[in-house]
Each structure stands twice: as C-alpha cells, then as structure tokens.
C-alpha cells in the first residue's frame, strides 16, 4: 500500500549552528585545528631547514621574522590557549574525583592542569635558552 503524503523532511541551513551561542564557541573551538595544521607544517619546515645547514637555518629564521608570520604564530598561540583552556574544563567532567565519600569540584584538577602546564613550559623554555 502507498501513500500520497509526502515525507517530512526538515531543512538545514548552512548556516544552522550560529543560532546559539554554544554552537558557535563550539565551531570556533574545532576551528582551532586549523592554525595548529599552520604550526606543525611550521615545525617541519624547521626541522628540515636546520637539518639543510647554517644557511637553510638562517632562511628560515628570517622567514619567521616576517611580520606576516608572527601575526599567523600569535593567533595560533590564542587558539591553542583557547582550546587548552576548554579541553582543562572539561578534564574534571571525565575524572569524577571522589574523596571521602565526597566529590571533588572542578577547581582543583583545573588549577592542577594549569600548574603543570606552566612548570613543564618553563622547563622547556629554561633547557631551550640554557643548554
């Protein structure tokens, strides 16, 4: 048996997600992908150029200098604070600390988060100036 009515189908617009405000922080968060691509082919190319000699090392250190390139590299840099950000926020969610008896909030497994981010980036920075 057929039928003469037509099927519901509900329409989707392009540009559905920006109606609300959490879909849009939501794209803006996928969208830091896009600079982190910028940084890693960034990293390639150093790598290759400093394997190259002196020469390809000092091209390439020029090219970074280029006004161009810091302005990529600083947005780059936000995104990727934006995104660590969200991703320390949401880490409590999953971990679901209970001690006690009790569970334990969100603020102290954020501040842990941030804490060894920042003593893992002056390590870094201390053996990449100092060694």
Same mark, same amino acid.
């Given at each position: 048996?057929?039928?003469?009515?037509?099927?519901?189908?509900?329409?989707?617009?392009?540009?559905?997600?920006?109606?609300?405000?959490?879909?849009?922080?939501?794209?803006?968060?996928?969208?830091?992908?896009?600079?982190?691509?910028?940084?890693?082919?960034?990293?390639?190319?150093?790598?290759?150029?400093?394997?190259?000699?002196?020469?390809?090392?000092?091209?390439?250190?020029?090219?970074?200098?280029? $006004?161009?390139? #810091? *302005?990529?590299? /600083?947005?780059?840099?936000? +995104?990727?604070?934006?995104?660590?950000?969200?991703?320390?926020? !949401?880490?409590?969610?999953?971990?679901?600390?209970?001690?006690?008896?009790?569970?334990?909030? $969100?603020?102290? #497994? *954020?501040?842990? /988060?941030?804490?060894?981010? +920042?003593?893992?980036?002056?390590?870094?920075?201390?053996?990449? !100036?100092?060694?």
């Amino acid at each position: 048996m057929t039928t003469k009515r037509k099927p519901y189908v509900r329409t989707m617009t392009p540009t559905w997600w920006q109606k609300l405000g959490f879909y849009r922080f939501y794209m803006i968060r996928e969208g830091t992908a896009v600079p982190t691509v910028w940084f890693s082919i960034l990293l390639i190319c150093g790598l290759f150029s400093l394997k190259s000699g002196p020469e390809s090392w000092a091209g390439f250190v020029s090219f970074l200098q280029n $006004p161009i390139v #810091v *302005i990529l590299n /600083l947005i780059t840099l936000a +995104a990727a604070l934006l995104h660590t950000k969200t991703w320390f926020e !949401l880490a409590p969610k999953a971990a679901n600390i209970i001690i006690k008896d009790e569970k334990m909030g $969100p603020e102290p #497994v *954020i501040k842990g /988060l941030w804490a060894v981010t +920042a003593v893992a980036t002056v390590v870094i920075l201390f053996v990449a !100036l100092f060694w």
